[in-house]
């Protein structure tokens, strides 16, 4: 891998931003750019370089995949807006259902979506707004798993090999990519993005599409995203760095009613991690399982059981897709 890190010891916020924003704008030069914001801390970040880099030279667009969590995509843009970046909304629901109907392998399903991203919906806002270079939150743990083959981050296209200027019609930037997450908060802290931003648990590209074992068809997305909000409500005081819901391929044997309920199976991740190299099961207090199995199982139609990953990483890892 041809990219070096930028270790937290070596790394000062200030200066990182300044050098970013003139590399953005010596490379950009008098032309425009397109930012794909997705509202996590680091496509956030890369928002806010692109925009002091570029001023209204940058399109910033919020890609509505049918993927996201509950009520994310009105609330990013309306968010940004009122920081005076202007984030317009793409309804790309369909496309991206197309795409994923009928795939159950997880590599086929983040394939579909990265074609989808950068093919036909980035490569139609290309066109349109006549830009060159597309701005993108890629950190350096997104490549170091790809190239290692543990599994595909839909945003690593030029690392692979992929000429984006040949299949796409446009060059992607990647300002953050020699940061791992704990130094993309603290630029963004720098940056004044708000703690609900700079503080949140990390959130893959391909959402919840990663968090669906099996198809990821619009039913199966909005069970586990209902299983998101439960998940995220009861952990996000835990202190822990990420926590999610993970809605398991085979239904299993239940009972509700004093009837046999065959339903669904969700499955709870909690993780102690610096960096996402490494990763161990928070051990939560026995309380909170109880909360979670009761609320999972009446408040998401069909679920009937609760599990909790006790699994360090590796030879886990912090998605199951």
């Not at 931003?17 to 010596?26: L, N, Q």
């Not at 202007?86 to 990265?114: H, N, Q, S």
């Amino acid at each position: 891998m041809n990219i070096s890190e930028i270790l937290t010891k070596d790394f000062s916020a200030d200066s990182f931003f300044e050098d970013k924003v003139r590399e953005i704008a010596r490379t950009v030069e008098d032309g425009f750019a397109i930012n794909a914001l997705s509202g996590g801390v680091d496509s956030s970040v890369v928002t806010i370089l692109g925009h002091k880099a570029l001023g209204n030279r940058l399109k910033s667009y919020f890609i509505e995949n049918g993927l996201m969590r509950q009520g994310e995509p009105e609330w990013i843009v309306s968010l940004f807006n009122d920081m005076g970046i202007p984030v317009e909304l793409i309804d790309a629901r369909d496309d991206f259902f197309a795409a994923l109907k009928g795939l159950t392998d997880p590599e086929e399903k983040r394939e579909a979506i990265t074609q989808t991203f950068y093919k036909k919906v980035f490569g139609k806002l290309v066109k349109d707004t006549g830009a060159k270079y597309l701005l993108q939150g890629t950190n350096y743990t997104d490549v170091e798993e790809t190239i290692a083959g543990i599994k595909r981050q839909h945003n690593i296209l030029e690392q692979l090999g992929i000429d984006t200027q040949e299949q796409y019609g446009y060059l992607v930037l990647e300002p953050l990519i020699q940061l791992r997450k704990p130094a993309i908060r603290e630029l963004a802290k720098l940056l004044s993005l708000p703690e609900e931003i700079y503080n949140r648990p990390p959130f893959p590209g391909p959402a919840l599409a990663t968090r669906v074992i099996g198809e990821a068809s619009p039913e199966r997305i909005l069970l586990v995203r209902k299983a998101t909000l439960i998940v995220e409500e009861e952990l996000q005081d835990s202190g822990a760095f990420q926590y999610l819901a993970i809605l398991h391929q085979d239904k299993v044997t239940g009972i509700k009613n004093g009837q046999r309920n065959y339903g669904f199976q969700i499955e709870v991740r909690c993780w102690e991690s610096k960096d996402a190299k490494t990763g161990s099961p928070t051990r939560l207090p026995y309380d909170t399982y109880d909360r979670l199995a009761d609320r999972l199982t009446s408040e998401v139609p069909g679920v009937v059981s609760v599990t909790y990953n006790i699994t360090k990483k590796p030879p886990s890892t912090i998605e199951a897709v």
